[in-house]
């Protein structure tokens, strides 16, 4: 009964931070690529979920056993997940408690299990979308407690801890808005670049004569291409695991339902000319 408990507060927690996210911003989300039939991938994208992700946030409802699914064997999962005494059956927990968290940072730190699922519940793609967009969209901002904003959740609490894998880079950000002037109607373009530092600058130009409509568009620069592009393929790999690991039954699912298609399929054919065979001679 508590470990049921446990697991629908856990549910609970997930879908109410995926709702909130999904409120903060207007972004539009990047389309994951799907590798979540790559091995390969989805071992990366657990690498990266348990030497970063893994110390505020938990997974409490998977177990590192779970993992075999994916092709790693228990000495590997022993030798490269597990740091602090953990055994292979173990759930994926952190020391933090929900009190330090809140204490910490101003709000616990949601558990990841089943954010994936929860956020394509909510918002309708899926979910790997969205945190493939997330963890892509950083950007300094000294105006920000932590030092960092995110366009697909503005004012994130949570900082980029990632940054050092992704490199530096910079973002222009261009506002298209009407705007009143002398009491009459006016168009104006504000462009606003973020340095690599966190520091900004701001330059607004009329639009004299505009005839189109309020738009709002972000272009980031990296100033470390190569880190940049190992950093999006990384967190291709993370989400795609973050999706898996929202339903690890889903690959298996779906092959499952190959085979009843093709036997449905099959039995159409069967029964169809049964049934011609049966009335053939009834007029």
């Known amino acids: 009964m508590k470990m049921m408990t446990k697991f629908l507060s856990t549910v609970v927690l997930s879908l109410t931070c995926a709702v909130s996210m999904a409120a903060g911003g207007e972004y539009p989300w990047d389309k994951a690529p799907n590798r979540l039939n790559d091995n390969a991938a989805l071992q990366n994208g657990a690498k990266i979920f348990v030497n970063n992700c893994l110390n505020c946030h938990s997974a409490k409802s998977m177990r590192y056993s779970k993992l075999r699914e994916i092709g790693l064997t228990d000495e590997q999962i022993k030798n490269n997940l597990l740091f602090t005494g953990e055994r292979v059956g173990d759930m994926m927990t952190i020391a933090m408690t929900r009190a330090d968290g809140t204490m910490w940072f101003g709000a616990a730190a949601p558990d990841l299990t089943v954010m994936a699922r929860s956020k394509s519940l909510n918002a309708g793609p899926p979910g790997g979308d969205y945190i493939y967009t997330y963890l892509r969209t950083f950007y300094r901002d000294t105006t920000k407690p932590t030092g960092w904003n995110n366009l697909a959740f503005p004012n994130a609490g949570m900082p980029h801890v990632l940054w050092d894998m992704q490199g530096p880079r910079e973002l222009t950000s261009t506002v298209v808005k009407q705007v009143e002037k002398d009491g009459q109607p006016a168009w104006e373009k504000v462009t606003t670049v973020y340095g690599p530092e966190g520091y900004w600058t701001s330059n607004t130009e009329p639009l004299v004569g505009y005839n189109g409509s309020a738009s709002e568009t972000h272009r980031f620069k990296a100033l470390d291409p190569q880190l940049a592009r190992q950093y999006d393929s990384d967190m ?14 889903q690959l298996k699912r779906k092959q499952i339902g190959v ?4 036997f449905l399929g099959i039995f159409f054919v069967i029964a169809w000319r049964l049934n011609a065979s049966y009335w053939k001679h009834v007029k």
């Open 259 to 262: 085979w009843v298609l093709l």
């Open 236 to 249: 291709a790999d993370l989400a795609a695991f973050m999706t898996w690991m929202s339903d690890p039954s």
